[in-house]
């Protein structure tokens, strides 16, 4: 829409006369950025208009307000009206410019991304649940999903684009569908987007334990191989990546139970082990977070000891920080900052050398990977369909294609490959929007 308008995108740090910050508020550090990054914009480009937009403005609008460096608050649901709430500040803007642009039922449709080469497509937003340390249902509302068509026209849209990589994105990912019609369901999804001949892989982003159903977990088994005629020649690579982010938050049924988690650690592991076994070669991430209130060190310790019995590939880690406006800011038994770094530190090193396993364990194998850029070392540096972050040698003209490589050693979280063959480059698609 910006470009349409006769904007040019610059990097951040560049002279501009336009300067947007799209906030996150999921933790009071989150909030401290956003308030950095707009003073810093003003003091870089004093002439600038400087907008903040995000979630930090649905839940602090006055706070915001309050500051002198801000032109412009878009809160999240007029994302999609950003130049016409422009053009009340700046008349000079021109005011037909979206005329042309795709348009699905919520505004305009993303035509590309231009700093990545996977396209992160939201079919869902907000959430119903309580989680007691969460902000977001605050910030995002309730759950909500794009209408299928949408979802579909957004993909073949970018699909076509040459996005080799879809992302399928939402607040509560696994709730898709269920404000919709029957048939609507993230798994029915799945199989209309694997059926795209224009989508060259799905990847799907954090979703609940207790969201991922049998037949999600029938369609990773497959890949949704059945579907994609590359799989002869892929010797076992489907569409769907063989990929799945599954919070955890903590390894403790305590714990759990204070964070309002609709699950417990038997669960959790019955869940982990039918997924390791029944998907081969599957990359199985989790968030935890340490030091949540009323942890104690024996309760820490039984997390720990959990955590080091899954088949986990990697932790995502997160210090607790309390959150005002959520419950467990005012839970008793509050965690010292020392000792949440403490167990930060030490869950994360536990999560460095799952993933140096998993990585190692990939070596004398094939992957299937997208070129995302050329290292300063010449190589180039891939995303695999389970995650794993690959340095091959290459032509330029792969960037972005799916291409299989030889995996031929592990160092650290970085696999080494040398390049095989140019995966058969999806069709594009014929329909007609
Ligand atoms: S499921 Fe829990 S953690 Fe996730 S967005 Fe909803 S409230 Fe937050």
Redesign the pocket.
Known sequence: MLEAAGYIVVPWGQPAALCIVNSCTVTTKADRDTRRLVRFAKRLNPDAVVVVTGCYVDVARQVLADIPEIDLLVPNRDKHRLLELLRAIDTSLPTDTCRDLPYGVYGPLITRFSTHTRAFVKIQEG?D???TY?I??SARGPARSVFRDDVLRQVRLLADQGHSEIVLIG??LGRYGADLDADGDLTSLIHALVDLPSVGRLRLSSI?PQEITPGIVELLADGGRALDPRAEMLAGYGKLCRHLHV?LQSGCDEILRAMGRPYDTAFYAALVWDLVTRVPGLCLGADVIAGFPGETDELFARTEAFIRSLPLSYLHVFSYSPRPGTLAAELPGQVSPEVRKARTRTLRAISDAKLAAFVEAQVGGQLEVVPERRAPDGRLYSLADNYVRVSHDGPEAILGKLVCVEVTAACGNLAWGESWAETESPAPDETDD
């Open positions: 959430c649940s309580r989680c969460c977001i249902p607040t509560h609940e919070p």
